[in-house]
């Protein structure tokens, strides 16, 4: 297990290691009911496995960031662990951090099933999850809960956002690859249902598990169903797996295959040969906005990748989780919980957002295509910007809700 600790100081850069002792907290701005003397967050993501790219050391340093930016005037420590892919590797790290090492918040979560596992406890000891890696939409519908907020995408958004473009395209059979865990499930659940309120068929689905190697037969099956559309309903190792296979079966010039939750990393990952013209729903794209562009580059000269919507979200749910504990003056959960509803998010990630009875925080999506070979001009120029989705029209609306939170 990877496990990293830093200490963050007010208006100062990264500084020393876990090593370091422990100062008090500084009361400027009213802060100085702080649990411990600090507020700490820890980023519980996947460094080795993976999704690594996607998410991993990233998010650690998109953090690390968010508390540099807007930890003046209190104590911040960050800290990240490995789950490994493993739920109950998760909850013990998330039990040791609540228990032990007074960790007030946790970011990322890199997977679902990890992020079901982990809320449970979380609920019982009354800590605040910001879900940027977890995906299901049940964090926002049947499973959610008053203090874990799902803040960069779930797989409804993406489901609605994919099938409304990829139908118009000429998309009409649908054929689902389902990684067999929670969140695989849920976007090709939420994804049929799109295709069938689009007037598209689904004329079948394997499921498959996690982190195969071999798709052959997934996709010739695929192919041999009539499908013009193969869906790929997985995480970023599966995914750049199946990509690739299906090319090398030719399978690109008789179906439009849709990788349904790909990542910038992955596209770097298989190169515009493959990838290109593929379409991506994503809550973030690091050449969209002169602002993306900043923060990209001060992230790159980190993390020496442009970053993913997984690590935008990490930043901007960790500053905004920070300026509601400098705003209230305490770390006490829901105290912390209602000034974030309180306060709509505005910076690079999201204009205007705001986070919903359901747990979700709304914000714009975006259309994306992946460019042809030739179209672009650097080695992360890898999309075209097509739509911007309005966040209240892609999500599920409030009314539909199956959140117990949610007054009907």
């Known amino acids: 297990m990877v496990y990293s600790s830093f200490q963050l100081r007010a208006a ?63 104590n911040v420590e960050v800290i990240s662990a490995d789950h490994s892919g493993k739920p109950d590797t998760g909850s013990q790290i998330a039990a040791r951090w609540f228990d032990v090492e007074g960790v007030d918040a946790i970011a990322d979560m890199q997977g679902s099933p990890i992020g079901f596992a982990v809320q449970n406890l979380a609920v019982q000891k009354s800590k605040i999850m910001l879900l940027s890696g977890s995906t299901s939409s049940d964090f926002n519908g049947k499973a959610c809960s008053p203090l874990t907020v799902q803040w960069t995408v779930d797989t409804y958004n993406l489901a609605k956002g994919a099938a409304k473009a990829i139908i118009e395209a000429g998309g009409t059979k649908w054929y689902f690859l389902t990684v067999d865990q929670a969140y695989g499930h849920a976007l090709s659940r939420d994804t049929s249902e799109q295709v069938k309120l689009n007037g598209a068929q689904v004329v079948g689905s394997t499921v498959f598990p996690p982190n195969t190697s071999d798709f052959a037969s997934f996709l010739l099956t695929a192919s041999n169903a009539g499908a013009n559309v193969i869906a790929i309903a997985a995480s970023s190792g599966d995914t750049v797996t199946a990509l690739k296979q299906a090319d090398e079966f030719g399978l690109s010039a ?97 204009a205007d957002g705001y986070i919903r009875a359901d747990r979700k925080m709304i914000h714009d999506m975006y259309l994306l295509q992946v460019k042809k070979v030739g179209e672009n001009k650097g080695d992360w120029d890898l999309y075209n910007v097509l739509q911007t989705l309005p966040g209240e029209a892609v999500n599920r609306p409030l009314s539909e809700s199956p959140c117990p939170l949610v007054k009907k």
């Open 254 to 350: 008789k179906a439009k295959i849709v990788p349904l939750q790909s990542v910038l990393t992955d596209v770097h990952a298989v190169g515009l040969k493959i990838a290109h013209d593929a379409y991506e729903v994503s809550p973030f794209y690091w050449d969209r906005t002169p602002e993306t562009r900043a923060w990209a580059q001060r992230f790159y000269a980190r993390a020496k990748i442009m970053p993913t919507g997984f690590h935008a979200g990490v930043y901007s749910s960790v500053a905004h989780y920070l300026k509601a504990v400098k705003a209230t003056g305490t770390d006490e959960a829901p105290t912390v919980m209602k000034q974030m509803e309180k306060e709509r998010v505005n910076d690079f990630f999201a």
């Open 12 to 74: 100062v850069c990264l500084a020393l290691a876990i090593s370091a002792p422990p100062a008090a907290a500084q009361t400027a701005g009213g802060t100085a009911n702080l649990s411990g003397g600090k507020v700490k967050v820890g980023v519980l993501t996947d460094i080795a496995g993976p999704t690594a790219l996607a998410n991993g050391k990233g998010s650690v340093i998109a953090a690390e960031m968010a508390a540099e930016d807007f930890g003046a005037g209190i």
